[in-house]
């Protein structure tokens, strides 16, 4: 039947990649059926990484990163506006002094806390 399509197109490989695709678009009930089921594992596998980020260990250490990260940002900002403030000569340098004591004395728990928090997801990114 389909000689006389391919000398019309005049190749056969023409109509061999257009039934191919055409096919590849009909689904049967049997590869619908697989491709649910792969669906529905994929579903199931996110569902659990979902809830191995709501345990209480991991919600634990979100808190414990925001409750040192945030006050170590705000601290970086103060210390640049004091810089800003102290180079443009609107503030004296001596003020500078309680700020860069606080910095110091965050910079190891920030530090700590990052790696504690991100380093199991570099570990197991690494791992895969």
Request: charged letters at 20%; glycine letters at 4%; one cysteine or more.
């Amino acid at each position: 039947m389909l000689g006389w399509l391919s000398k019309l197109a005049g190749k056969s490989d023409l109509l061999d990649k257009v039934a191919t695709g055409i096919d590849a678009l009909i689904l049967t009930d049997e590869e619908r059926v697989k491709y649910n089921q792969k669906k529905q594992e994929l579903y199931l596998e996110l569902e659990k990484e979902v809830n191995k980020q709501c345990l209480p260990r991991a919600l634990t250490r979100r808190y414990i990163a925001l409750m040192v990260t945030i006050p170590y940002i705000v601290i970086v900002v103060i210390k640049c506006l004091v810089e800003f403030a102290s180079a443009f000569g609107i503030i004296n340098a001596a003020d500078l002094s309680s700020v860069n004591v606080t910095l110091e004395a965050l910079t190891i728990p920030f530090t700590s806390i990052i790696i504690f928090y991100y380093g199991t997801h570099v570990l197991s990114a690494i791992k895969k």
